[in-house]
């Protein structure tokens, strides 16, 4: 048997309608976003398959969003393929999904840490927003070509 690995993707993933077809099509998708909703006390679905987008990019939202649909696919691709990776890994926020992959956390508490964390990291950034303080923002820059 060939030996793989998944990886796990971190915030910046999210948009509108993601995993929508996969969501209508199995119910292990709708039992994980369920679960998560739960936990959420809000329902995390609406919000990924109605928006704004502007909601759906508030880290408080955007990070339990990506960790379920990750979760989700994960436990949907168990089910049709059987198959365990042999490493996970996950960049940044995705390091959440592959420790529940792993079964170093369970989903609920993943869920509950994700939610603090996105909470805190919103709160931070809104605050820093708030009174003008420079420096304490993370951004990935895609594409900057190098000047001949």
Known sequence: ????????????????KMIYSLYIKYKIIRDTFNSASEV???DLWNIIKNGPLKKLNI???????ILTTSIAIYRLW???????PNIVTGYSLGEY?????????????????VK???KLMHQISSNLNDFNINGYYMQTIIGLKKKK
């Not at 880290?59 to 969003?65: G, V």
């Not at 168990?78 to 365990?84: C, E, S, T, Y």
């Not at 999904?97 to 840490?113: E, G, N």
């Open 1 to 16: 048997m060939k030996k793989f690995a998944a990886i796990f993707p971190g915030q910046g993933t999210q948009f509108i």
């Open 40 to 42: 959420l006390q809000y």
């Open 97 to 113: 999904t592959a420790m529940v992959c792993s079964d170093i956390i369970s989903f609920i508490d993943a869920i509950k840490i």
């Open 59 to 65: 880290t408080y939202y955007t990070q339990p969003a």
């Open 116 to 118: 603090y964390r996105g």
């Open 78 to 84: 168990l089910q049709k393929n059987n198959i365990i």
